[in-house]
Structures are given as C-alpha cells and as structure tokens.
C-alpha cells in the first residue's frame, strides 16, 4: 500500500462579499445583482492560477488535475455543473476535470477536503477547491421549493418524511432557538458574540496589507433598475443606465461597533428575534445570525513532492479532516464530533489550537463549541479576522472563504496549528485540521 502524502496549501483567494438584494422578492440592491455567480468563481479562479503562475514561472496549470467546487443551490447560471464550466470561460486548460460539490453549508470545505484527500492518497499532485454562491439570484432552499412550482414530484413526496423524527424537521434559525433552550444561553451573549464579529471584521479590513493578499477585487458591468426591477434610462442614450463597476472591500461589515461601541450595542440589542417571539424567549436576530450575500472563493492545493519540485513556498499543510452526522432538528451541533475526529486524527488537543474558526452561522452553536471544547467564548483564537455573521455565509463558498481566512492569519501571525468547523442542513458537521509552514 503507497503512503499517503502530504497535501500544502499553495494559495487562497476570495472576492469581497457582497451584500444580497434577493432579486427574485424584487428588493433593489445587492452589490453583485448584476454578477453572475459564473463571473464571481471565474475572478478566483483566474487570480488563485495567475497569482501562483507569477510567483512561480514553472508551475503550469496543465498540471491540474480536478478543480472541486462547493455550492448549494444547483441551478440557472450555478447549475449544469459549474465547476466544468467554470473551467471553460476563465480560459484555464481543458485538461482540467471538474465537479460540484453540495453538503449544504459543509459544501466549500467538503470541497477542499475531497480535493485534498484525493491528492494524499496519490489521486494527482494539483487540485483546486472552490466555492461559490449568489444568495441574490438564488435563495437558500430554492432548489427544494421549485418543484412547488411545477407541480411536480416535491421533496416531501415520500411517504416516510410522514414518519418520525422526518416531520419534525424545522429551519436553521428554530434549532438555533433549541440550542439556546439547551445549554440555557442569554441573549445578552449572542448579541455580544455578534459585536465581537464584526469588531473583528473591521480591523482585520483596516490591515490593508495583509487584507488585500486574499481578497480579489471584482469587476462587472451594473445595470440599473427600480425598485420594480425596470430599467433605468440614460437621458442622453434612451438605452438602460449601465456603468463598470469594481468592488475591492466586503460591503456586509458594520465598522460601527468598532468606532462607537455604544450605539453599535444599541443597534443590535433593539433588534427583534426572527424565529420565535420575544415574548416567548426567542433570541436569535439578524444581529447575531449569519449575513444572506454573494461572494466566492478558491484554494490551490498540492502534494508536498509536486511543491518541493517546482520550488513553491506552501503557506500550509491539511493534517485531518472529518465528518459527522448529529440530530437533524438541533442540526447544528454535528460540527462537534466532527471537530473531536479531525483533532483526534492529527493528535492534538484544542488547547494546541492558534485559531478556532467555527462557522458563524448563528452565534448558537459558536457559543455551544465554546462550552463543549471548553474555551473562552472571548478567546482571541475564535475567528481572529471576524465570520459570517459580519462578514456573510455565501452558503457553497462559506467553508472555502473561512479556511482561507484561518490560513493566511496563521501565516501573516507565526502561528502554527488551526482547525475549522462548520455545521450543515438537517445535521451534518466536518472539521479540518492545518498547520501553518
């Protein structure tokens, strides 16, 4: 039996996140309205090859072998396989397979540990891992509610989703709730969880330098409309208003609770639970719930011999990864069987941890891995540039977007070890485990 090798991360790029302006509930807005979810991998895509091709002469994308691509909802323009086609309009070489990924919010690190597990076990030496997701032109579930449309063959049409535990199933926001009931957590915290993301966000955003090694600016053409999704004319032209528009920064991040701490703590203790009333102890808000937007991002992964050979530098290397599959109605706590197998299998402890970068897709189940893992909930390890609740949960491109986070802060920061953690739809978890080089 050959022995396994060892899979470095070479690079790790992501857009800017943009804010969602749900184009189908026909709310105006959205920083990538007009961007494709295509033109968004494509911009790390192109970036995460040229970059290394610049830096390193003799690296040659040919030597691709798969690009894997996380993404949730499957259809439209982020349908007919978008990794493959991905492929084709950033002009990357035909020789590159590719493959779309969905394991709900799981889907962008699946991607890099599938990408990764198949280059340790000698599967090729060169892969890339990709997310993307535009939550602009395609809400979360739109994939499971279309059939409602058609009138044809929906989610539910087996007979045993009329069975136990089956129609029991809630939204992510409620099992938030029971987590909350569970381990008896107070707002007051959730809130204070979600204050301390984006202070996070906002100064990590402020380090120019170190921010702009991994966010890519993005280009596209803005076409105007109305509120009612009408064009808007240019007076002069009598055609539609356009204009070329870059974005270089996340559009999502509230610098207000780092310049005025009290009336950013004002803003988000006045907001009104989603999910359960107040009145009844319902505490999850938009204040301390992961943002709905757009963005992607990708990783360049290779075998330790192809790196060493071609003279590349890697910022990392993947020392585990797992999965786990957990309660489907308090769904989001799978990442912490996951989280215990992945540090289990590159034997270390969470003490040994310089960041612990658990997906923020409500501040819930983040406070639940601190007491279970049995860290500070203000530990500095936690998310050190900030998650998705200021940030965003571009839901295929989460896990890609984070892990590149947590990889560039162990480097920028002479820090070694980092796991990341991210929970998934109807209970799933996965956890990977890096080093920095």
């Not at 590719?98 to 394991?103: P, S, Y």
């Not at 499971?144 to 535990?165: H, V």
């Not at 706590?333 to 997906?359: G, K, Y």
Request: glycine share 10%.
């Amino acid at each position: 039996m050959k022995e396994l090798k060892e899979c470095v991360i070479v690079d790790a790029v992501r857009t800017p996140i943009g804010k969602s302006g749900r184009a189908q509930m026909k709310k105006p807005g959205g920083s990538f309205r007009e961007c494709s979810a295509q033109d968004l991998l494509v911009t790390v895509l192109r970036s995460v090859v040229d970059r290394t091709k610049e830096k390193y002469p003799n690296f040659d994308p040919k030597e691709i072998e798969d690009l894997q691509v996380g993404c949730l909802s499957q259809l439209g323009e982020q349908g007919g396989n978008i990794a493959r086609i991905a492929i084709m309009l950033a002009g990357l070489p035909k020789e590159i397979a590719g493959a779309t990924v969905n394991r709900y919010c799981n889907a962008g690190l699946q991607a890099i540990n599938t990408a990764a597990n198949a280059i340790r076990v000698g599967d090729g030496d060169i892969c890339i891992a990709a997310g993307v997701e535009s939550m602009t032109h395609y809400a979360m579930g739109i994939d499971m509610q279309i059939t409602r449309q058609i009138k044809k063959y929906p989610l539910f049409m087996s007979p045993g989703w009329a069975n136990e535990p089956l129609k029991s199933l809630v939204p992510q926001g409620v099992s938030a709730e029971l987590i909350n009931d569970k381990y008896g957590f107070k707002r007051e915290e959730l809130d204070q969880f979600g204050v301390w993301s984006h202070q996070k966000a906002a100064k990590a955003m402020r380090n120019e330098a170190e921010y702009f090694k991994r966010v890519v600016p993005v280009s596209f053409t803005k076409r105007h409309t109305d509120e009612n999704m009408h064009q808007i004319k240019d007076e002069k032209t009598g055609k539609q208003k356009v204009e070329e528009v870059t974005i270089t920064k996340d559009q999502t991040i509230r610098e207000v609770y780092l310049d005025d701490p009290e009336k950013g703590w004002e803003m988000i203790s006045n907001l009104k639970p989603i999910f359960r009333p107040a009145e009844k102890g319902g505490m999850v808000t938009a204040g301390n719930s992961s943002q709905i937007v757009d963005g992607a991002a990708a990783t360049l992964l290779m075998s330790r011999e192809k790196a060493d050979e071609l003279g590349i530098k890697p910022m990392a290397r993947i020392l585990s990864t797992a999965v786990a599959g957990g309660d489907p109605i308090i769904m989001l706590l799978a990442p912490i069987p996951a989280m215990r197998r992945a540090l289990d299998r590159a034997d270390l402890t969470v003490d040994d941890m310089d960041v612990i970068e658990p997906n923020e897709a409500f501040a819930s189940p983040c406070l639940a891995f601190s007491k279970d893992f049995g860290y500070e909930l203000d530990d500095p390890r936690v998310n050190p540039t900030g998650g998705a609740i200021a940030i965003g949960h571009p839901i295929g491109a989460s896990g890609v977007i984070y892990f590149g986070e947590m990889v560039h802060y162990l480097k920028n920061n002479n820090k070694k070890y980092g796991v990341q953690l991210m929970c998934g739809g109807f209970g799933v978890g996965i956890a990977t485990v890096v080093e920095a080089l």
